[in-house]
């Protein structure tokens, strides 16, 4: 019991600390790491917030993810087809599952997100701090970045028309 107590506490000041670091834009999607993946390397919990019009392309990995709306409404697609998910609502995806997100209201989602320590590695390598974001779309060198990035780590991105098959378009 002594070590079940010692990560709680361990968690809350991470939680306590994380909470005024700067999240960090994943391509659209900011994530807020929440687990200090150099003590940790069991799994790795985030705080995400997916703005209005955000699209999370087609995509897959290994790494199963958990996801806990905790505010808005966004929409995952998954199992072949969308489904609209609501404050409240957890959303499941195990490893090698193909799956994208679109926020099509006016307002930003908040998430909780658990997945495993490598996922928390691949957002923090490819994301960039908010705090100092220009505004506008990523350039075509942090878009190569991403791809290079995501296939090393052996992550599938959809094509264009993998994403068209499910009414995502890539303009």
């Not at 087609?58 to 790494?63: A, G, K, R």
């Not at 997100?113 to 490819?126: D, L, Q, R, Y």
């Amino acid at each position: 019991m002594p070590e079940l107590q010692h990560s709680i506490i361990k968690t809350k000041l991470l939680l306590e600390e994380n909470l005024m670091s700067t999240f960090l834009d994943v391509m659209g999607p900011r994530i807020l790491l929440l687990t200090d993946l150099k003590e940790n390397r069991d799994y790795s919990l985030m705080k995400a917030e997916v703005p209005p019009g955000v699209i999370v392309p087609i995509h897959s990995h290994d790494d199963r993810e958990t996801f806990v709306v905790l505010s808005g409404e966004l929409e995952a697609f998954t199992k072949d087809s969308w489904q609209t998910v609501r404050a409240g609502d957890t959303v499941d995806i195990p490893g090698d599952v193909k799956h994208a997100w679109r926020n099509s209201t006016n307002e930003t989602v908040t998430l909780l997100v658990a997945s495993t320590a490598k996922m928390g590695e691949f957002f923090n390598e490819i994301g960039r701090p908010t705090d100092n974001l220009p505004p506008g779309p990523p350039s075509l060198e942090i878009l190569q970045n991403f791809v290079q990035v995501a296939l090393a780590y052996g992550y599938w991105l959809g094509t264009p028309d993998d994403n068209a098959s499910i009414g995502i378009s890539l303009g």
